[in-house]
C-alpha cells in the first residue's frame, strides 16, 4: 500500500475550534499514546463535530487490522464512491468499509468486506485526474445513499457556493486522524483561482474548495470522503498543498465529470 494513504489526515482544526468555542484547552491522547495541546493550533473559521445519523452516507475505509485510512461515500446500497489513490493497486480482502460509526472507538454500525474495487481506468496520481473508485460490498448498507452530481448540476459548482467536507482524517496538517466524524464549510473556488494556487489543476477532472485566508479544509485520512452540496456529491478528497494553509485550497475530484462512468459501475 501506497505510504501517502497510510498518513493519517482529517478535518484541519475542527478539534481546535470545538476547544476554543467550549471555551476549554483540552489535550487530545495521540496515536502514539501521548498528548498533543490543540489549543497550538491556529484559529479555525467554521467546523465541528457532527452526528453520523445526519449524514448516514459518509463511512471511512480500514486495512484489516481495521485502521482508518481514508473515506468513502455510500452511492448504493452495496457500492461505495472513494478517491482511486485510496485503493489503486488494492486487493479487495485488504480494504474493508465501516458504515454507521461515528466514532471509531465504538463498534456502531457494520464492517463490510469488499468484494470488488474498481479504478478509473484514467488514474494515474491525485495530481492528474480520475481520482475516483468504486468499491462493492459483501452486503446491502442500511445506510441511505448520497446522490451523485450529474452533468445537469453546473450549479453546484458556481464559485463561492459552500459546501461540506466530511471525514475522520488529521485535525491539523502533520496531525493525527481523528477519533470521530467531523464537519466543515468550505467555499468553492472558481476555475481561475485554484490554477492560481496549482498549476496542475484542470478544470474537468478537478474542483476547489477553501477560504483565501485557509484555516477550514479536509486533511490527511479524509481522502476518498464527500464533498457535498444541496445534498449532492459534488467533490471527493483527493489532494492538496498541506492542510488549511492561505491560498492553498483543498483539491477534490469533480463528481459531475465522472458521473456515467461511476453510474455505470453502481449498475441500475
Ligand atoms: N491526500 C490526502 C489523503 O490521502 C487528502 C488531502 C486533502 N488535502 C487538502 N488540503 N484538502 O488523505
Same mark, same amino acid.
Given at each position: 500500500?501506497a505510504d501517502?494513504?497510510r498518513r %493519517?489526515?482529517s478535518?484541519?482544526?475542527?478539534l481546535a475550534?470545538?476547544?476554543?468555542s467550549?471555551?476549554?484547552l483540552?489535550?487530545?491522547?495521540?496515536?502514539?499514546?501521548?498528548?498533543t495541546?490543540?489549543?497550538?493550533?491556529?484559529p479555525?473559521?467554521?467546523?465541528? /463535530?457532527?452526528?453520523?445519523?445526519?449524514h448516514p452516507?459518509?463511512v471511512y475505509?480500514?486495512? =484489516?487490522? #481495521?485502521? @482508518?485510512?481514508?473515506?468513502g461515500?455510500?452511492?448504493?446500497?452495496n457500492?461505495i464512491v472513494?478517491?482511486?489513490?485510496?485503493?489503486?493497486?488494492e486487493? =479487495?480482502?485488504?480494504?474493508?468499509?465501516?458504515?454507521?460509526?461515528?466514532?471509531?472507538?465504538?463498534t456502531?454500525? %457494520?464492517?463490510?468486506?469488499?468484494?470488488g474495487i474498481?479504478v +478509473?481506468?484514467g488514474f494515474?496520481?491525485a495530481?492528474?485526474g480520475?481520482?475516483?473508485?468504486?468499491?462493492?460490498?459483501?452486503?446491502?448498507? =442500511?445506510? @441511505?445513499?448520497l446522490a451523485?452530481?450529474?452533468?445537469?448540476? $453546473?450549479s453546484?459548482?458556481?464559485a463561492?457556493?459552500?459546501?461540506?467536507v466530511?471525514?475522520? $482524517?488529521?485535525?491539523?496538517?502533520?496531525?493525527?486522524a481523528?477519533?470521530?466524524?467531523q464537519k466543515?464549510?468550505? =467555499?468553492?473556488?472558481?476555475?481561475?483561482?485554484c490554477?492560481k494556487?496549482? /498549476?496542475q489543476?484542470?478544470?474537468?477532472?478537478?474542483?476547489?474548495a477553501?477560504f483565501?485566508?485557509g484555516?477550514?479544509?479536509?486533511?490527511?485520512?479524509d481522502?476518498? #470522503? /464527500?464533498?457535498?452540496?444541496?445534498?449532492?456529491?459534488v467533490?471527493?478528497?483527493s489532494t492538496?498543498?498541506?492542510?488549511?494553509?492561505p491560498?492553498?485550497p483543498?483539491i477534490?475530484?469533480?463528481?459531475?465529470?465522472? +458521473?456515467?462512468?461511476?453510474?455505470?459501475?453502481?449498475?441500475?
Amino acid at each position: 500500500m501506497a505510504d501517502t494513504k497510510r498518513r %493519517t489526515w482529517s478535518i484541519a482544526g475542527l478539534l481546535a475550534a470545538a476547544t476554543l468555542s467550549s471555551g476549554l484547552l483540552t489535550t487530545t491522547a495521540n496515536a502514539a499514546g501521548g498528548e498533543t495541546s490543540e489549543a497550538k493550533a491556529p484559529p479555525i473559521v467554521g467546523g465541528q /463535530p457532527v452526528k453520523i445519523a445526519e449524514h448516514p452516507w459518509v463511512v471511512y475505509l480500514t486495512d =484489516p487490522q #481495521g485502521n @482508518q485510512f481514508c473515506g468513502g461515500t455510500v452511492a448504493k446500497a452495496n457500492k461505495i464512491v472513494t478517491a482511486a489513490h485510496c485503493v489503486s493497486g488494492e486487493k =479487495p480482502e485488504s480494504v474493508q468499509v465501516v458504515a454507521g460509526r461515528e466514532d471509531k472507538k465504538t463498534t456502531e454500525g %457494520t464492517v463490510a468486506k469488499v468484494t470488488g474495487i474498481w479504478v +478509473h481506468p484514467g488514474f494515474q496520481n491525485a495530481n492528474s485526474g480520475a481520482d475516483v473508485a468504486v468499491l462493492t460490498l459483501d452486503q446491502a448498507l =442500511p445506510q @441511505q445513499p448520497l446522490a451523485l452530481a450529474g452533468k445537469e448540476d $453546473g450549479s453546484l459548482y458556481e464559485a463561492g457556493k459552500m459546501s461540506s467536507v466530511l471525514g475522520w $482524517g488529521a485535525t491539523a496538517e502533520g496531525g493525527q486522524a481523528s477519533q470521530t466524524l467531523q464537519k466543515a464549510e468550505v =467555499p468553492l473556488v472558481s476555475d481561475q483561482e485554484c490554477l492560481k494556487a496549482y /498549476p496542475q489543476y484542470k478544470s474537468d477532472a478537478m474542483i476547489c474548495a477553501g477560504f483565501p485566508q485557509g484555516g477550514v479544509d479536509s486533511c490527511q485520512g479524509d481522502s476518498g #470522503g /464527500p464533498l457535498v452540496v444541496d445534498n449532492k456529491l459534488v467533490g471527493i478528497v483527493s489532494t492538496g498543498n498541506g492542510c488549511a494553509r492561505p491560498n492553498a485550497p483543498g483539491i477534490y475530484t469533480r463528481v459531475s465529470a465522472y +458521473h456515467d462512468d461511476v453510474q455505470a459501475q453502481l449498475g441500475s
